[in-house]
């Protein structure tokens, strides 16, 4: 993505983030960006691409672009603002989570199991509907946090919220986003490692894979070096 659009789609995600662009709310129209920033519609029509990738806005044919909800920030989130307060946060998330996929593969029931499974069938549907795969990608990792029989983790991964989803997708490289294909098939497949070694009632496996799908995700935020 171009530089010029960089920098469009950073400004309109703090807007967006901080609620001075509030849900249901237009975004500006093409002509008022174009004016605003002084660039031409290619990267204005770019950016606003970008933003919808993110889940961030819809845009309606002939209407224009409108601002999604944004799921609520928990206290923890409200200070996450920097690319290295998600990094961060995904070091966190990697040592909870991966602990609580292994949980569940020893501890879960079959009902759990089975919510896990509904879950992960609801991630494959939405693919890449931006306004709905934040809320279906939040919900595998809680009902796996669930399936781990402990309330510690099922009460912070539902304090920590959708946000915990959504705060990495917004700072994700274009080759990155759930509307680029074979990144989507990637989050599945990886999503889908995790089921199996629950399914399959092995701990280790089930630490690794969500240790794996995490350490990705990080990953794939994280400038190369120089």
């Known amino acids: 993505m171009s530089g010029l659009a960089d920098q469009i789609v950073a400004e309109l995600k703090q807007r967006i983030l901080t609620g001075e662009i509030a849900p249901g709310q237009k975004l500006p129209g093409e002509n008022g960006l174009v004016e605003e920033f002084g660039v031409s519609r290619t990267v204005v029509r770019e950016a606003v691409s970008r933003l919808q990738a993110a889940g961030l806005v819809e845009t309606f044919q002939g209407r224009g672009s409108y601002v999604l909800e944004v799921p609520e920030r928990t206290a923890g989130l409200r200070e996450v603002r920097s690319h290295r307060d998600v990094l961060e946060l995904l070091d966190f998330r990697i040592g909870v989570e991966s602990e609580a996929a292994g949980l569940a593969a020893a501890r879960r029931t079959d009902a759990q199991l089975k919510s896990i499974e509904r879950a992960l069938d609801d991630f494959r549907r939405v693919g890449d509907d931006p306004s709905r795969s934040v809320e279906a990608d939040f919900a595998f990792h809680r009902k796996v946090a669930v399936a781990s029989g402990n309330r510690f983790y099922t009460d912070l991964i539902a304090d920590l919220g959708p946000m915990m989803i959504m705060l990495p997708r917004t700072r994700l490289d274009p080759s990155y986003e ?6 989507l098939t990637r989050v ?24 794996l799908h995490l350490t990705n995700t990080r990953h794939r935020l994280t400038p190369p070096p120089g």
Do not use: F, G, Q, Y
């Open 188 to 211: 599945i497949h990886e999503h889908e490692n995790i089921h199996t070694a629950i399914t399959h009632a092995d701990p280790a496996a089930a630490r690794a894979a969500m240790r």
């Open 178 to 183: 759930m509307s680029d294909p074979s990144h």
